[in-house]
């Protein structure tokens, strides 16, 4: 069986599971499997029967999985949700049928090799198992910040323009500044003839996902032609993508473009006479065996160009991006193989024309912070909420997002200690995921840079991690067979734990991110309600349609501010707004459950704090009721009769 199987791969010769030899020559055929052993094929295979063949196995769990998640869909309670968010309200088909995925895929990675579209299969049916649910359920926008795009995007349609140098209570401006999102999503709207982006809002965590997946696989395949590991780092990067930043939005889309670009230059910018040295060490790392081919000055410059409207899409869609873009081309430029200080230039000097000049409000206000938050590492590097998250579902969450940080670290960095020639080979991806890093010491992005740094360092994280827990194959050693035999066990033990870890991380604070069509209803008749130029108030700007009609009115969010400041605000909550609010200004104060989720989950108030603040106001003669129900309450200012 051995001699015929040798014979077989003398005659394929050299392919992505076969590389070659620095001599030229064809090496055998490296194993499939995670295990390092090759399932059984030709007539051995055979008494095995018909259920054991490679499609039964490869489309058994995949049919099994989509049985239990369709008969699990229509029961998810989404309309009741409690403390733990969705986690409680999913039935249990529902977390089989992602375990049953996720074995399936583990099967399918024996082989790879050869049937490299299984994994890819896989990966698509998980994506939409972990995020489509929303999409197919919910009657109203999930996700605060999502309704506040699709406000932004209805705006832009009614006026057709953009107004960079008016000025917009609540950071409103900004989006004014960076529009380009915004035009394409009301392109998309015009195209498809829809009332607006709520009608497919909620699927752009898929939409995107799938839009990432070959983009990601393109980025891998330069370091990698061992498709396991490909298709295992892609698995990961899905898992480990909790931050919540694949929703209709601004850094959604220019993610999206800044992989574009690193996929480019990994593959298309390595300069001549560096590739040699990489397929000598290929012969002894096979899983490094893949290498771009040397481009001269002339195609490195055309590449150049090719990407200009790219970046420049970038920079008119998010004013992070263009910056983490920047730097990690810089990073790259630490290698020889990748040094192109042309498009460095290209990027840094499309970034610093928008800045100046559409996006010019923002970046002189940014500079104007800089000395007081440059170097504050402490401040710039604390989560956005002033708190502590209290409650069991955000608590759980929390501690479910460190723990993934730390077995994701811990995963790539062993893989970088332990598989030195992979590391050497592939060593862009670790720059690139150290690149961001060194932001958290200039700003703090208004709580969120800790987040966005682990975002745009998750690509090599995930490579890396997955090199971890997939041992290069061919190699005979005993160390090398056990470590096969000890990925057999590892490989699927380690993605169902990242998979307990994302679902808490993603869904743990569903209530939050849903609302009741009716508090929906109930906020916009308010709005409608208050003449033009009043002054909004709510505990915080995590609920649906919060920015309704958002140029029309000015928005004061009371919590969002440090704990103590609002410990003394529940002392005396209405003369505490009372005192905010401008003699002669028309103001409404708007409270609903998902504020009340919010302010706890994020810290905000103490438990209880906002059924004490709810009761205070009503109790004011300062306030009025103006409407009260189960889907929340809106008070009108009345300081005639205080």
């Not at 723990?403 to 690139?432: D, E, H, Q, W, Y």
């Not at 958290?440 to 992005?445: A, E, F, G, I, Q």
């Not at 993603?506 to 209530?511: Q, S, V």
Request: charged share 15%; net charge neutral; aromatic share 10%.
């Amino acid at each position: 069986m051995q001699k015929q199987e040798r014979a077989q791969a003398q005659e394929q010769g050299p392919g992505p599971d076969r590389p070659e030899r620095a001599t030229g020559g064809a090496v055998p055929a490296q194993p499939d499997g995670p295990h390092g052993a090759e399932p059984p094929t030709g007539p051995a295979a055979e008494p095995a029967g018909r259920f054991r063949s490679p499609l039964v196995l490869a489309l058994g769990p995949l049919l099994v999985a989509a049985a239990l998640w369709l008969w699990a869909l229509p029961r998810i309670d989404f309309r009741h949700i409690d403390e733990f968010g969705l986690l409680d309200r999913f039935p249990v088909t529902f977390y089989a049928a992602l375990a049953v995925l996720t074995l399936g895929f583990v099967l399918s990675l024996r082989r790879a090799g050869t049937a490299p579209v299984w994994p890819a299969v896989y990966s698509v049916a998980m994506l939409v198992a972990l995020k489509a649910p929303p999409a197919v359920l919910y009657e109203t926008v999930r996700y605060a910040w999502a309704s506040k795009h699709d406000a932004i995007i209805t705006r832009l349609l009614a006026e057709g323009t953009v107004h960079p140098g008016t000025e917009l209570s609540g950071g409103m401006s900004a989006y004014d500044q960076w529009p380009g999102f915004f035009a394409l999503d009301a392109a998309l709207v015009r195209a498809f003839g829809v009332d607006g982006a709520a009608s497919f809002i909620n699927w752009a965590p898929v939409a995107l996902g799938l839009l990432t997946l070959p983009v990601l696989v393109l980025v891998y395949r330069t370091f990698s032609d061992d498709w396991r590991l490909v298709w295992t780092a892609a698995w990961i990067f899905q898992l480990a993508n909790w931050v919540g930043q694949d929703y209709l939005s601004p850094q959604g889309f220019s993610y999206l473009l800044h992989l574009t670009v690193l996929a480019v230059v990994v593959r298309r910018f390595v300069r001549p006479g560096s590739a040699g040295r990489l397929r000598d060490r290929a012969v002894l790392d096979p899983a490094a065996a893949a290498v771009p081919p040397s481009a001269t000055l002339r195609q490195r410059a055309v590449a150049v160009l090719l990407l200009v409207p790219v970046i420049a899409a970038v920079n008119a869609a998010h004013q992070l991006t263009p910056l983490m873009l920047c730097v990690t081309l810089a990073a790259l430029c630490l290698t020889r193989r990748y040094r192109n200080l042309g498009l460095l230039a290209t990027a840094a000097v499309l970034m610093l024309a928008w800045y100046l000049t559409m996006g010019r409000e923002l970046f002189l206000d940014t500079l104007s912070t800089l000395g007081e938050k440059l170097g504050n590492l402490l401040a710039n590097s604390r989560p956005g909420f002033a708190g502590e998250p209290t409650g069991p579902g955000p608590e759980l969450v929390g501690s479910a997002n460190v723990l993934m940080v730390l077995a994701l670290g811990g995963l790539a960095v062993t893989a970088v200690l332990l598989r030195r020639r992979l590391a050497r080979s592939a060593l862009p991806l670790i720059l690139a995921a150290a690149a961001p890093v060194p932001l958290v010491l200039v700003n703090d992005y208004g709580g969120e840079m800790i987040f966005r740094v682990y975002l745009f360092g998750l690509p090599g994280s995930a490579f890396f991690a997955a090199a971890a827990l997939v041992p290069a194959a061919g190699a005979a050693s005993r160390a090398a067979t056990a470590a096969r035999r000890t990925a057999t066990v590892a490989l699927p033990l380690a993605l169902l734990t990242m998979l307990a870890g994302f679902l808490p991380s993603y869904y743990g604070k569903e209530g939050m991110h849903y609302a009741q069509p009716g508090e929906t209803a109930l906020t916009r008749r308010a709005l409608d309600r208050a003449p033009e130029g009043a002054l909004i108030l709510a505990a915080t700007g995590a609920f649906s349609d919060a920015y309704y009609r958002y140029d029309r009115y000015e928005r004061w969010f009371f919590t969002e501010q440090e704990v103590d400041e609002n410990l003394r605000m529940l002392q005396d909550p209405a003369g505490y707004l009372a005192g905010g609010i401008p003699a002669g200004r028309p103001a409404y104060v708007i409270l609903t459950p998902t504020q009340a989720e919010a302010v706890i989950g994020e810290g905000y108030l103490p438990p209880g704090g906002f059924d004490s603040l709810v009761a205070a106001l009503k109790a004011s003669p300062l306030f009025g009721v103006v409407e009260e129900g189960r889907y929340g309450i809106v008070l009108r200012y009345e300081p005639t009769t205080g």
